[in-house]
């Protein structure tokens, strides 16, 4: 499993990009992509709009009951079924336009607990209180405004060309992305039980590196196992200056950061994709002082069950050993939590993508089709395509695909000067509206009408 699964990362076979580059090369925009495509020009003003409203007032996970409504207002006056705060704040929208199969799309709500520093006009000022009651800024640093931006636009163009597709069109708007908790709470609602059951299920995401007016895909694997783990690293505090009589957990924790790398570097093989960040380290309250405890964040990423495995359990061994090595009490050893906050790695159905792939060349030109390899960042769009637990009911083929966000030029200039572009998560990320949110409604209503229209090889 472990050699399949590294292969699939590294080494894309000459056949898989043989096919795609054939239906490429012999896709053109047929008449209804280009009735969408004078469609979605004609929705921008609306849909521009709507976009710098979702922008300038976002709302972090768990609280995103005014972005749900405004999405579910427009969904209502296009005509779909809704469905709101459905596990949690989330929303589904159903359309049945006659036999057929089932697609189901879906976008994030959520936002980030950042601070916005882009300088837009319609930058984000809002401000809120997080779960522990500390007081936040609020941004769209990941690009879920594009993302709901997009979804509406979809719903418009799908609504408006009914007549050239059949079948039933699932649209959820999904809560907690950032949390790892949105989708787990739609499904055990009963998202594939009270509602049409999909037959593939789609979605995109912005990409910080890939320029607007492009997108990207990768076949199989492509995004990470994520894991949230707590460590609380206890000693015994004391006066700074007589730090004999104490047992200093900042100097332990310190260790244990540094013997975590040795997890990755000295214990994991390097075919096997690996990440163990601490992301937060917290101690103390004054100079002279040796704290208690000292209270670790780490977020990890793998590819495989065997890797995230062994990762979890190496963390448990260095802190536990380097702890004893550090003479701290028995009933002071270090205590490492892993979250419920777990995301299975996303694996892109192969055929459909194949499928997607081809919609895309044929809607806005194979030119701007790229291949991206796979990344460490995670997706609870994930958990949409894994075997669902006490059911004997096959996986549903789940394929997400990447939207270019950043200003052409702006990638000419980073390539030219190394000077990295803002990431997402970035209090400075500001991708470019305009043809970022037309490239997404396009591409995704193209890949939606194809899935409608035909049928996979093999199958009636």
């Not at 979702?54 to 579910?72: D, F």
């Not at 427009?74 to 589904?92: C, I, M, P, S």
């Not at 214990?267 to 380290?281: K, M, N």
Request: with cysteine; charged share 20%.
């Amino acid at each position: 499993m472990i050699a399949r699964t590294s292969l699939r990362l590294l080494l894309p076979t000459a056949l898989s990009w043989l096919l795609i580059r054939s239906a490429s090369l012999s896709a053109q925009p047929n008449a209804v992509d280009q009735k969408v495509a004078a469609f979605v020009d004609q929705s921008y003003p609306e849909l521009g709009t709507l976009y710098r409203d979702l922008h300038a007032h976002p709302e972090i996970s768990y609280q995103e009951k005014n972005t749900s409504a405004k999405i579910a207002r427009q969904l209502k006056a296009l005509g779909y079924e809704v469905t709101e705060n459905f596990g949690g704040y989330g929303l589904v929208g159903v359309f049945r336009n006659g036999a057929g199969p089932c697609v189901l799309v879906r976008t994030d709500l959520d936002a980030l607990p950042i601070e916005e520093r882009t300088g837009l006009p319609y930058a984000s000022k809002a401000r809120t209180k997080d779960d522990q009651g500390n007081e936040v800024s609020t941004m769209h640093a990941c690009g879920h405004d594009v993302h709901m931006t997009v979804f509406t636009g979809v719903a418009k163009s799908l609504m408006q060309f009914k007549a050239d597709w059949k079948g039933t069109l699932v649209l959820i708007g999904q809560a907690a992305e950032e949390r790892s908790g949105g989708a787990k709470a739609m499904l055990k609602a009963g998202l594939f039980t009270r509602f049409p059951r999909p037959d593939y299920c789609l979605a995109l995401h912005m990409n910080a590196s890939l320029p607007a007016g492009k997108v990207g895909y990768t076949e199989g694997p492509v995004m990470a196992n994520v894991d949230a783990v707590d460590i609380a690293v206890r000693g015994v505090g004391g006066h700074g200056a007589v730090p004999q009589n104490a047992k200093d957990p900042i100097v332990l924790a310190a260790q244990i950061v540094l013997a975590l790398q040795t997890i990755v570097s000295r214990e994991t093989s390097p075919l096997q994709p690996c990440v163990v960040t601490v992301g937060s380290f917290h101690g103390g309250t004054q100079y002279n002082i040796i704290p208690d405890e000292v209270k670790l964040q780490l977020t990890l990423r793998s590819y495989s069950d065997e890797v995230r495995n062994h990762t979890i359990a190496a963390i448990g061994r260095i802190c536990q050993g380097l702890a004893e090595a550090a003479g701290i009490p028995r009933d002071r050893l270090p205590v490492v939590a892993v979250r419920d906050q777990f995301n299975p790695f996303t694996d892109n159905d192969v055929a459909l993508t194949r499928r997607t792939v081809a919609s895309f060349g044929r809607a806005i030109g194979k030119e701007n089709v790229v291949v991206i390899p796979p990344s460490m960042v995670g997706e609870d769009f994930a958990f949409f395509g894994r075997q669902e637990p006490g059911t004997d009911q096959p996986r549903i083929p789940i394929s997400i695909y990447w939207l270019g966000a950043v200003e052409p030029a702006k990638v000419v200039e980073s390539t030219r000067t190394n000077v990295p572009l803002p990431s997402l998560h970035s209090a400075s990320f500001a991708p470019l509206p305009e043809p970022a949110i037309k490239t997404g409604v396009r591409t995704m209503t193209a890949a939606v009408m194809d899935l409608f229209n035909t049928q996979p090889a093999g199958k009636p």
